[in-house]
């Protein structure tokens, strides 16, 4: 049972375009999402987050949008860079078991070309 | 300061053997959570410890355990090694207050031949 579901796993877009990344989820129960940047062979970073009682999260070139009632979140890059290129993971947070719990997303490997 | 740290970074094992990793977290991050990463999986959550006690598991059979210590830093250990066990495994520290204070290691990229 995939609760949070990226269904493009991967996205080539030209440099000073906008890249947007998406990814839908089931659980009414996850409070936070959040957005995690990987490169090979290094951990994944976080990048980007919002409260599920906001649609909206802005941080420098790097936007979330959270839609509850479609259970909808995306991220949008812009302009993209080819520094961006790497794997995003969509991640949702859920308090379980007496502690919060990270549930991913199966990732979308993102492309910025010169 | 310095990062998560995960040892070793690679390592390669045979089927039925078991293997132990660890993780060093961030001085003062109390908390440490282990995924597997595989390519047709995502990364998916295994267990969580606090001060030494395992707070969450995720659905991996009982060969997949681990423990923490009480300076914070944890191991996990995999027995009678699988193929399917073939991942990048990955620690992450935080306080334990917030996951956007979630701080990844690099990863053990274990093989299973």
């Known amino acids: 049972d995939q609760q949070v579901k990226q269904n493009s796993p991967s996205l080539s877009v030209q440099e000073g375009r906008i890249s947007i990344l998406n990814c839908d989820y089931t659980?009414?129960?996850?409070?936070?999402f959040l957005w995690y940047k990987k490169y090979p062979a290094e951990g994944p970073t976080f990048l980007i987050s919002?409260?599920?009682?906001?649609d909206k999260n802005e941080d420098g070139r790097f936007t979330v949008f959270l839609n509850k009632s479609a259970k909808h979140l995306s991220l949008h890059i812009v302009p993209s860079q080819p520094g961006d290129s790497a794997v995003y993971f969509c991640?949702?947070?859920?308090?379980?078991?007496?502690?919060?719990?990270?549930?991913f997303g199966k990732g979308t490997k993102l492309t910025v070309n010169p | 300061k310095a990062g998560v740290t995960q040892t070793p970074r690679y390592l390669i094992k045979t089927r039925g053997q078991q293997v132990t990793l660890s993780c060093s977290p961030i001085?003062?991050?109390?908390?440490v959570s282990w995924y597997q990463q595989t390519p047709g999986q995502g990364l998916q959550f295994l267990f969580e410890?606090?001060?030494?006690?395992?707070?969450n598991k995720g659905n991996f059979p009982g060969r997949f355990s681990g423990r923490q210590f009480s300076n914070s830093r944890s191991e996990m250990n995999v027995s009678t090694l699988e193929l399917g066990d073939s991942a990048l495994y990955l620690c992450?520290?935080?306080?334990?207050?917030?996951?956007?204070?979630?701080?990844f290691g690099s990863g053990t990229r274990l093989t299973v031949v």
């Open positions: 992450a520290s935080s306080l334990g207050s917030s996951s956007a204070g979630y701080t």
């Open positions: 659980n009414s129960m996850f409070d936070y």
């Open positions: 919002i409260s599920s009682i906001k």
């Open positions: 991640a949702a947070s859920v308090y379980q078991g007496g502690s919060e719990k990270l549930v």
């Open positions: 001085s003062g991050h109390r908390s």
């Open positions: 410890y606090f001060s030494e006690t395992q707070r």
